[in-house]
């Protein structure tokens, strides 16, 4: 059984910054890629960022391009998201994920294309 435990989040005021971390805790590894997904309340839950062990290649959506920074560490299977200039609409449950399967790069945005999932961490931006 993968376990993700995730560490990190908070709270800050809209401009401020914060980093979240996720380490896999099984010797099988995290497959091909590791990523985040967050949930706002009511909201369904919505890719963030990903990171492809192959190159190394990250993915972000669009509302966090400039402003959040995806990196990880594939011999140790873990990943941290180090977000700046934080807004309100950044509020949610962030989730680490890992595993996309056989997937192609361009389904990372899905939630069905990861295997395992994190318990959650929670961000909070308001002031």
């Known amino acids: 059984q993968v376990h993700l435990v995730e560490s990190g989040g908070g709270s800050v005021q809209p401009g401020g910054s914060l980093t979240v971390s996720c380490a896999v805790s099984?010797?099988?590894?995290?497959?091909?890629?590791m990523g985040w997904f967050r949930q706002a309340p009511g909201e369904e839950r919505d890719f963030v960022a990903a990171?492809?062990?192959?190159?190394?290649?990250?993915l972000y959506t669009d509302s966090v391009k400039g402003r959040f920074r995806i990196s990880g560490d594939n011999a140790n299977n873990a990943v941290t998201l180090q977000m700046i200039s934080l807004k309100p609409e950044d509020t949610g449950v962030y989730y680490c994920?890992?595993?996309?399967?056989?997937?192609?790069?361009?389904?990372?945005?899905?939630?069905?294309?990861?295997?395992?999932w994190g318990q959650g961490t929670q961000v909070t931006v308001s002031s």
């Open positions: 099984e010797v099988t590894g995290s497959g091909s890629a």
């Open positions: 994920v890992a595993d996309p399967g056989s997937a192609p790069y361009w389904n990372y945005g899905q939630p069905s294309t990861w295997n395992y």
């Open positions: 990171i492809k062990w192959s190159d190394h290649g990250t």
